[in-house]
């Protein structure tokens, strides 16, 4: 769901969910926050862009169908999970 690619003193780092408007899941932000809390740390990148796959939106901001879909679960993990991560 997250694609990265490196190139001179730059970073590209696409989301990559263009069915869902690559609309934040758990699973991207648990991705993401490490890539995106090492950018400090790495000096020779100098640049960080962020993309939408698609064509039709960036980010459609979090993804409410995958919370509606984990409420099976009776402690209700995701949802706390994601908002905590987010």
Known sequence: PILTENGKG???IT???PK???ALDLEMIRIL???VNNLN????VK???FTGAGGKAFCAGGDVRSLYDSQSDPERK???EFFKAE
Not at 41 to 44: A, M
């Open 10 to 12: 730059a970073i590209k």
């Open 15 to 17: 989301l990559n969910k």
């Open 20 to 22: 869902a408007l690559n």
């Open 33 to 35: 926050q490490p890539i």
């Open 41 to 44: 740390s790495q000096s020779d």
């Open 47 to 49: 640049l960080a862009i």
């Open 78 to 80: 995701v949802p706390k």
